[in-house]
Nanobody
Framework: QEQLVESGGGSVQAGGSLRLSCTASEAIFRENAMGWYRQIPGNERDLVAGISTAGLPIYGDAVKDRFTISRDDAKNTVYLQMSSLKPEDTAVYLC??????????YGQGTQVTVSS
């Protein structure tokens, strides 16, 4: 069964950094855009960042200039480097694979907690 495997979440103080990783099968990674949503319980899922198969990134307004998304085609892995973290970045971060503008698969989610 195809799946997205995430890692790298954890707890950090405000101003700190974390890097999330999401690994997919070669077939999923090669054919789909990848990215991250985040979700706080009771709230809607928000786009954090996405990256096309060609490596073109997009970012949510809340994380521009602080987060960087990248993909390593040799490792079938997408990374989210998060810097200058704020308490409001606390959420479950979900990796996704997207085809034709629609998510087709999500990871299990990884918790990021930023304390003030």
């Amino acid at each position: 069964q195809e799946q997205l495997v995430e890692s790298g979440g954890g707890s950090v103080q405000a101003g700190g950094s974390l890097r999330l990783s999401c690994t997919a099968s070669e077939a999923i990674f090669r054919e789909n855009a990848m990215g991250w949503y985040r979700q706080i319980p009771g709230n809607e899922r928000d786009l954090v960042a996405g990256i096309s198969t060609a490596g073109l990134p997009i970012y949510g307004d809340a994380v521009k200039d602080r987060f960087t998304i990248s993909r390593d085609d040799a490792k079938n892995t997408v990374y989210l480097q998060m810097s200058s973290l704020k308490p409001e970045d606390t959420a479950v971060y979900l990796c996704y694979a997207q085809r034709r503008g629609r998510p087709i698969m999500y990871g299990q989610g990884t918790q990021v907690t930023v304390s003030s």
